[in-house]
Each structure stands twice: as structure tokens, then as C-alpha cells.
């Protein structure tokens, strides 16, 4: 075995061939090469001292599955699973670009964070590249997350994200900008199409899935197709500014109360 070789262990017996996912977050499993010395050094005495001493020692393999499991289990902390329902929250833009508009998800993301009171709880989880906070809506736990990879590549941290917490894409809400709609319009819609945006379609390919409910903030389209891209990577302007405050709001009661409702029970609707 050599530096980087990756171990699987099933429930009751090693074999190297099979496949197995454990029952906790996937981490990164990889032995340093420290360890792997270490077990190769186990593996030279499994014949020798544990013979004189009339004691069997593990099956050859067995002492590096338990160092990889020791470690597994020293890195692995898991939230406890809350006794309602779940839900991860995705604030989708670009890490490093606050107050753009194309970074509106995330400007909603730090509202819902203050209004449930967990402004002060967000930590970055090296797992799925992100910002996390959990926060509590009744019986419910909300996961807030907004991604610290390029708007193109938000799908891989909310893919990762909704893997580590057992969640489906039905369970995921995206909250992105809206070049089709004008700066202060809200519409929330269950499931759909990317239509252009290169944050949903990332997380469409990344969750498998277009069922995600999106929270669709407008921020108005430029009358020219070339300033597009400027558009939506330039900054609100001062009039601008002066309606987010209120959109913001707006946007954190329509996802509130949009949560609640699925919350208690089957939803339905667009």
C-alpha cells in the first residue's frame, strides 16, 4: 500500500474489493503516509510477538482498516437529526462580491440569517467549500448555506451540502437573481428549468435533479444583450440600494412562510 490509497471497510469483514458507504458524512478517507507506516509496522508483528504470546493477532489488513476507522471517527461530528422536518437554504453568487447583483442569493441568505437569529453563527465547513449556520423554525432546522465557489460551480457545494445533512432536492431551496423579472419582484417556483442562470443549471447537474424550489429575486434585465455580463456583476446603484431593505424582507417572509407551509405537511404549488 502506498501514500494515498484509499481504504473501504464493510460492516463485518475487510475486503479491499468491496464497496461500502458508511452511515456518517463522506469525508476524505486518505491515509497519510505517516499512518500507513504505522500500519505497515503493525502488519511486520502480526506473526511475531503476538505468537510467543500465545495471542492472535487482527487478519492481515485488518490493523490499517481500524487506524483508517479511528480517524474516520475522530473527524466525524454529526448533527444530531431535529425531531421536524429539514431543509437546506442556498444563497447562490459569487464568494468575495458582496452587494452585486448577481450575489442578490446571498444578500437574502444574510437576512433569513439575522431575522432567525444566527447572524453570528455562520462558519465556513471545508467539506462542501461553504458558509454554513443551522437555525431553528419551529419544530424544523433550517441549514444556511452560501457557497465560497464561483456562481458556475455553486452546485457542487449545495450538492455536497444536501449529502452531508440526508436531504433530497425537493428539500433544497435556491435563491438566486432574476434577469426576466424587475428589481423589487419576487416569485418562488417549485422545480423548473435553469432558464440561462449558470448557478441553477450547476446545481441541476450536480443534485441530478431539477425539483428544487427557487427563490427568483429580480434584478431587472439591461435594454442591450451586451451588458449582460456588466450587469449583473456591477454593483446596485444608489437608487437601487434604497429598495433592497424592503426586498430583502420581502424575500426572507416569502421563504418563511413557504418553509412553514411544507413543513407541516404535503405542499403543493408553484
Known amino acids: 500500500m502506498h501514500a494515498g490509497a484509499q481504504i473501504r471497510l464493510p460492516p463485518y469483514h475487510f475486503r479491499p474489493s468491496e464497496t461500502w458507504r458508511p452511515p456518517w458524512p463522506a469525508l476524505d478517507w486518505t491515509l497519510t503516509a505517516a499512518e500507513i507506516a504505522i500500519g505497515r509496522g503493525l502488519d511486520d508483528v502480526r506473526g511475531g510477538g ?109 450538492a455536497r451540502a444536501a449529502e452531508l445533512f440526508g436531504l433530497t432536492a425537493e428539500e433544497v431551496y435556491l435563491v438566486h437573481d432574476e434577469l426576466d423579472k424587475p428589481l423589487g419582484k419576487l416569485a418562488l417556483k417549485l422545480g423548473g428549468s435553469a432558464r440561462g442562470h449558470n448557478g441553477v443549471r450547476s446545481c441541476i447537474t450536480c443534485l441530478n435533479s431539477s425539483a428544487m424550489p427557487r427563490l427568483r429575486v429580480g434584478i431587472g434585465r439591461p435594454p442591450h444583450p451586451d451588458a449582460v455580463q456588466a450587469h449583473v456583476l456591477g454593483r446596485f446603484s444608489s437608487a437601487e440600494q434604497e429598495l433592497l431593505p424592503p426586498l430583502l424582507e420581502r424575500a426572507t417572509d416569502l421563504l418563511l412562510d413557504h418553509i412553514r407551509q411544507r413543513s407541516q405537511g404535503p405542499f403543493s404549488g408553484t
Open 50 to 158: 503476538g505468537a510467543q504470546n500465545g495471542s492472535s493477532m487482527p487478519p492481515p489488513g485488518l490493523l490499517h482498516a481500524g487506524l483508517w476507522l479511528s480517524r474516520a471517527m475522530s473527524q466525524c461530528v454529526l448533527e444530531p437529526r431535529p425531531p421536524g422536518k429539514r431543509w437546506l437554504v442556498a444563497g447562490l453568487g459569487n464568494p468575495g462580491l458582496p452587494g452585486t447583483r448577481h450575489s442578490v442569493g446571498m444578500a437574502v441568505l444574510g437576512q433569513l440569517a439575522r431575522r432567525l437569529g444566527v447572524a453570528e453563527s455562520w462558519a465556513r465547513d471545508r467539506r462542501c467549500v461553504a458558509d454554513l449556520a443551522l437555525a431553528s423554525l419551529g419544530d424544523a432546522q433550517l441549514v444556511l448555506l452560501r457557497p465560497r465557489r464561483l456562481m458556475n460551480a455553486n452546485g457542487r457545494s449545495v
